[in-house]
């Protein structure tokens, strides 16, 4: 009976640790593989990729949720946009929209011609891959989020700023507003 109590006191005691353990995970850098342009043709590469870490249950783009990644193109230019699915539970998908919050539970009409992957509410399955491709017309505050319903509303998004006065494509890790 004493060894059950002990095995018993020591479960109580590891079994919070380990949990926290799991849910500690170390913010993400921006990564600079994930970006290719070419100046000469205006044309911007992009690798997004759903669930690259265990952050926000893989819930994430690239490892950031909640629009903390901002993707800066300028107008004009040709988005030429990778995406995969690394998560290896769920299905994800892509699709860019006008930036706003709430963020929708499921797919709406995108922003931009073209902007969206295949399926967009059933999801790409784990290990699949589709492209976007689009041509940023108009300057403006976009977000690229999830549209297998609820994902996004998850905190399953990044930001897209077209930006008329942007000479070169850049990325940017996005400051939280104040108080959170």
């Known amino acids: 009976m004493r060894r059950m109590r002990t095995w018993a006191l020591a479960l109580a005691t590891l079994l919070p640790a380990a949990a926290a353990a799991q849910q500690a995970v170390a913010p993400q850098q921006i990564d600079p593989k994930w970006m290719t342009y070419d100046t000469a043709t205006k044309r911007l590469t992009f690798e997004l990729v759903a669930g690259l870490t265990p952050l926000n249950g893989a819930l ?71 492209q976007m491709r689009f041509t940023t017309r ?13 994902h996004g509303a998850a905190g399953m ?6 930006d008329a006065s942007a000479r070169v494509p850049m990325m940017s890790v996005t400051p939280k507003p104040a108080g959170q």
């Not at 797919?107 to 399955?125: M, Q």
């Not at 998004?157 to 077209?162: G, P, Q, S, T």
Request: aromatic share 8%; with cysteine; proline share 9%.
């Open 60 to 130: 994430n783009f690239n490892g950031f949720r909640d629009g903390g990644l901002t993707l800066t193109v300028p107008v004009g230019w040709s988005v030429v946009m990778n995406f995969s699915n690394h998560d290896g539970m769920l299905s994800h998908s892509a699709e860019v929209i006008t930036d706003q919050l709430p963020v929708p539970v499921r797919s709406v009409e995108p922003a931009i011609p073209r902007a969206y992957t295949r399926d967009l509410e059933a999801g790409i399955p784990p290990g699949g891959k589709d």
């Open 138 to 150: 108009t300057a403006g505050a976009y977000l690229i989020f999830c549209a297998v319903p609820g």
């Open 157 to 162: 998004w990044i930001r897209l700023h077209v």
